[in-house]
């Protein structure tokens, strides 16, 4: 069977993947929200995530680091701060950002100039790549 939905997911440095697919499932601000071939149009921000993407039977996994999402004419672009694909993601170098991102955390009640929010969100990141490279 063809499939009838266009994804793109793009950064600012590269176009991460561009295929034909049955399905895309995203992670919205608002909540997960799910796109099939016919879906009306919609622009939405994302979250940090997992995007799934169905090829045939099976279930694809990226990660999304923010960013928005746009559907229309049976296309759906994913225009994301950061995205990989599973199989790309660099288990060690997550772990090591995991590291940091809890020292800093750990640092921040004794110091000034600690940015809990980037920390956070930096925690946020490693743990979600760390998840879906280990589900792909």
Not at 66 to 77: C, L, P, Q, R, S
Not at 89 to 111: F, M, S, T
Not at 114 to 127: F, L, P, T
């Given at each position: 069977?063809?499939?009838?939905?266009?994804?793109?997911?793009?950064?600012?440095?590269?176009?991460?993947?561009?295929?034909?697919?049955e399905y895309v499932g995203?992670?919205?601000?608002?909540?997960?929200?799910?796109?099939?071939?016919?879906?009306?149009?919609?622009?939405?921000?994302?979250?940090?995530?997992?995007?799934?993407?169905?090829?045939?039977?099976?279930?694809?996994?990226?990660?999304?680091?923010?960013?928005?999402?746009?559907?229309?004419?049976?296309?759906?672009?994913?225009?994301?701060?950061?995205?990989?694909?599973?199989?790309?993601?660099?288990?060690?170098?997550?772990?090591?950002?995991?590291?940091?991102?809890?020292?800093?955390?750990?640092?921040?009640?004794?110091?000034?100039?600690?940015?809990?929010?980037?920390?956070?969100?930096?925690?946020?990141?490693?743990?979600?790549?760390?998840?879906?490279?280990?589900?792909?």
């Amino acid at each position: 069977m063809m499939a009838a939905l266009r994804l793109e997911i793009v950064t600012p440095d590269q176009v991460v993947l561009s295929s034909d697919v049955e399905y895309v499932g995203a992670p919205g601000v608002d909540g997960e929200f799910g796109v099939l071939a016919g879906h009306i149009p919609l622009l939405t921000a994302l979250s940090i995530g997992t995007l799934v993407y169905r090829i045939g039977n099976k279930d694809y996994m990226a990660f999304i680091a923010g960013g928005f999402a746009e559907v229309a004419d049976n296309k759906i672009t994913i225009l994301a701060q950061a995205a990989e694909l599973a199989e790309n993601i660099d288990v060690e170098r997550a772990e090591k950002a995991k590291a940091r991102a809890e020292e800093r955390l750990q640092n921040a009640k004794h110091q000034d100039g600690i940015d809990i929010v980037r920390a956070e969100n930096a925690m946020k990141r490693a743990i979600m790549r760390l998840k879906i490279a280990n589900n792909k």
